[in-house]
């Protein structure tokens, strides 16, 4: 294809993919995690490290990664403070990220102007040092999920029974919210801060209500988000429209239209069995007088 002869194109394609494969899986276990906002919740907190960083001289990245690293802490530990009611955390910590960024960017209204790149990404802009670091994040990602698979099993449907069987609950789930922003912060340059929750709750959310067990769930929620992030890149190429928005759209698009066919192959399927309980009746009802006349 015209387009891959391109290095930004390549570059994108390769930072895409990475984080398409991370950030669905990362998605399963938030959505059954009961945390689905938290992606959205430690964008927006991104957002303060990244003006922070303008506003110092430093690298915006490189910032927001950090800030987006340490909401994610402090979101753990004051959900652990709300074990009741453990989503206000996420309220709290997107109240401190959002205003710190909105107080910061008017210290300097000059840092508003390169902000479209981070509000809404901008994947083919990506250079190679972010790259390796997508690449590290994504390995990183990749081994937590290996080597913990089976803590994170139990913790994600019942936490306390993982606790009684003597699990360290409490750090794997810090080190999970810490990889959580790890994710988020490296997923930044292609979505963008305010569509970053999409790219990593959209395939996961399709995945579970369609795979027929745990395990499934996780490969196809990476197949569905590489092909929203493949397929909405070349149409971005092609129609010439930002990359972030046209991915975040193609994979609401699909998940969609798999629940839309996943309620039809139901209703069919509803519709098929009750007609062949019906022909079933109506066979015994057919043989029912016959024995009686033999009898």
């Not at 387009?3 to 398409?20: E, K, P, S, T, V």
């Not at 995690?33 to 001289?57: C, E, F, P, T, W």
């Not at 395990?215 to 070349?234: D, E, R, Y």
Request: aromatic share 10%; hydrophobic share 55%; charged share 10%.
């Amino acid at each position: 294809m015209e387009m891959l002869h391109y290095d930004f194109m390549q570059r994108a394609f390769c930072a895409g993919g990475l984080i398409a494969i991370i950030g669905s899986v990362l998605g399963v276990y938030l959505m059954l995690r009961r945390q689905a906002l938290m992606a959205d919740m430690l964008s927006h907190v991104s957002l303060a490290g990244v003006a922070g960083g303008a506003y110092l001289h430093i690298n915006p990245t490189l910032s927001g990664f950090v800030v987006a690293t340490l909401g994610a802490i402090a979101v753990e530990y004051v959900r652990r403070s709300y074990k009741s009611y453990s989503e206000i955390s996420v309220a709290i910590i997107m109240v401190g990220g959002l205003s710190s960024a909105v107080i910061i960017m008017s210290l300097n209204p000059s840092i508003n102007k390169g902000f479209s790149a981070y509000l809404f990404g901008s994947v083919v802009a990506v250079n190679e040092i972010e790259l390796l670091f997508m690449l590290i994040v994504a390995f990183i990602g990749g081994l937590f999920f290996f080597v913990f698979r089976r803590p994170l099993y139990q913790m994600t449907f019942d936490e306390d029974t993982a606790k009684t069987n003597g699990l360290p609950v409490k750090w794997i789930s810090l080190g999970f919210s810490v990889l959580t922003g790890m994710i988020v912060a490296a997923a930044m340059p292609i979505v963008g801060v305010l569509l970053v929750s999409a790219l990593i709750i959209l395939p996961a959310a399709l995945a579970i209500r369609i795979a027929p067990s745990f395990v499934s769930s996780l490969f196809i929620a990476m197949g569905i988000g590489l092909v929203g992030v493949f397929s909405g890149l070349t149409a971005s190429y092609e129609l010439s429209t930002p990359p972030g928005g046209t991915i975040a759209i193609l994979l609401l698009i699909v998940l969609i239209a798999g629940l839309s066919i996943k309620k039809l192959i139901v209703k069919f399927s509803k519709a098929s069995n009750q007609k062949s309980l019906q022909a079933e009746q109506t066979a015994f009802s057919a043989l029912l007088p016959a024995s009686q006349e033999s009898a």
